[in-house]
């Protein structure tokens, strides 16, 4: 293979902005590895954006450290413990002479009681504080979740709108007539002056990895494909390609997406234009 | 420190390491939310999260996959683009306008205030307009090469070559400063 053509054609620079697929990231990692003027161009890159970064850059404030380090503290504290813990259990052991002994011997009960209580509060605490960051996560989760629910309501009521204004005939697609599936239906939505395609899958059986579900619009000038079904999406309004003239409309089981032109052996279902 | 005994130090909650990242990094990782979240303080709060987040996350960075430069400031630029569009939808009504929340490297209250030390305008003195264009929407905007080439309509293996070329003059420009 061209290494100099495959480092300029700019991938290693999406690597680096962890804009590639997982696949392509595998490519670009096993060929590093196997070609060392390629790793040499990712770490002079690697170094380029962040010194562009170093440079143009404010320095963060001085408050915005601190609370980093007092949110880090914990982890640190927790570290350091149980490194100290492990040196300090050697105490000496005194003998306790007679007057003060009853004294001696109430003061270390309140102290055992007073440090049993600590342990427990403490205890309590960490428990308290791990239910709040679990609470925590659990919002931001939700919120995540809120933003997702909000984009698609925004979707489906630009949907909605095109519907309301548009003037869409529907096209049932039946598979009485063909062998394949006999009870399969799909519908066909379709706004001949906006020229826009919907379908909504009513019944189709699930089809192996290697196929897929093609339809079809058939005009004057043949068979033209305009996108893939999704069948696990029932009941649902899925988006075609544009079309501004069809007589029918049909759906096809092709090899994994789509062909040039449809395997007619393999119709599932057709449906005419009224 | 070399960048192993950094992810070591890390993932044993050193707390010398911790503060040795955060000198040698904060301000380049910094950069990269701020130039995409314009509020001050609304980048300073990404940089918290996103800064603790690395802390917490380091012991599922793997080092054969990428740098750890790269991998923080993806951890910092992904999650300033969330709070971007976070923020987009809260505002509502409105949609995709991300240019509301950016600041225009061409606007008058641009990038050259927002920032001390080098201008960015000196580093990207020698980018022409196709260059200019790819870098403010990849880096200021948060835009990643397919919605660039998408919304554009520009190719994208034109993209592409356009943030290699971009880069290129970059890395000559820094390495003169």
Known sequence: MDIQSYISSGKLELFLLGELTEREREEVLSLAKTHPEIQRELDELEETM???????GAVPSQKVKDKIFSTLEKDFILKEESKSSSSSSQTKV?????????????????????????FYYADKYQERNDQFTALLQDQ????????????????????????VAGDFKRIEMKGE??????????????????????????NLNELSEEFD???????????????????????TLQQMEAVAQAGAFAITIEPKGGSKAPTLEKLVVLGEVA | MQEEQIIAGLRAKDRKTTEYLYDKYSRALYAVISRIVFDKDIAEEVFHD????????????????????????NICRNSAIDKLRSKEISQSGKTNTIDDFV???????????????????????????????????????????SE?????????????????????????NVARI
């Open chain 1, 177 to 202: 007539g063909f062998d394949m599936q006999k009870d399969a239906r799909v519908d066909v939505l379709w706004d001949q002056n906006a020229q826009e395609v919907f379908i909504a899958v009513n």
């Open chain 1, 213 to 235: 579900y093609q339809l079809w619009a058939i005009g004057d000038d043949g068979p033209v494909g305009i996108g893939l079904v999704n069948t696990g999406e029932k009941l």
């Open chain 1, 140 to 163: 931001s989760v939700m919120a995540d979740n809120l933003n997702q629910v909000n984009q698609q309501y925004k979707e489906a009521d630009s949907r909605l709108d095109k519907f």
């Open chain 1, 50 to 56: 962040f010194a562009f970064d170093d440079m143009t």
């Open chain 2, 103 to 145: 600041y225009g490297m061409e606007s008058q209250s641009g990038t050259q205030e927002q920032i001390d030390g080098i201008g960015v305008k000196e580093l990207m003195i020698e980018l022409n307009d196709d260059q200019k264009f790819i870098v403010e929407y990849i880096y200021f905007k948060g835009y990643t090469h």
């Open chain 1, 94 to 118: 005194i003998p306790i002479s007679s007057p003060w002994k009853p004294f001696a011997i109430a003061a270390s009960i309140a102290a055992i009681v007073a440090s049993g209580a600590a």
């Open chain 2, 50 to 73: 996103a800064f603790v987040k690395i802390t917490k996350k380091i012991d599922r960075y793997d080092e054969s996959k990428g740098r750890l430069y790269t991998w923080m400031a």
């Open chain 2, 148 to 172: 660039v080439s998408e919304e554009f309509d520009i190719p994208l293996g034109t993209v592409k070559s356009r943030v290699r070329a971009a880069i290129q003059v970059l890395k000559k």
